[in-house]
């Protein structure tokens, strides 16, 4: 049995997660909060941040595969099924974008 998850960076993370299902969303919102090259022994951990003051249509495609790349890398129990972008003027015209990322949880039933 499987089931889908919904992570956002808006989030609070919740730092002693009660579950798996917690810890995982946990994980998943700290790799798309973490700027690869900024863990000591793991400079590897986390997204790319190349993307930062790209246009925003080539920055959301660069972020977007590099998000899915991140998670499949350092959360093995999950599978991307999508990601978007939270789509408001405001931050648009700040130049922020807002991932919203879908997951499958696999699970070894």
């Known amino acids: 049995m499987s089931s889908t998850l919904i992570v956002t960076t ?5 730092l002693a997660p009660k579950n798996e299902r917690e810890e995982i969303y946990q994980n998943i919102a700290t790799i798309l909060k973490t700027i690869q090259g900024t863990v000591p022994l ?17 920055a959301k495609g660069q972020w977007q595969a ?9 959360e093995p129990r999950v599978r991307v ?3 978007d972008f939270k789509e408001n003027s405001i931050d648009a015209m700040d130049g922020i974008l807002s ?11």
């Open 10 to 14: 808006e989030n609070k993370l919740n």
């Open 42 to 58: 793991d400079r590897d951990f986390g997204v790319d941040g190349s993307y930062i003051d790209l246009p925003m249509p080539m």
């Open 66 to 74: 590099e998000i899915i790349d991140a998670i499949e890398r350092d």
């Open 81 to 83: 099924l999508s990601v």
């Open 99 to 109: 991932p919203v990322v879908t997951v499958e949880i696999i699970t070894n039933d």
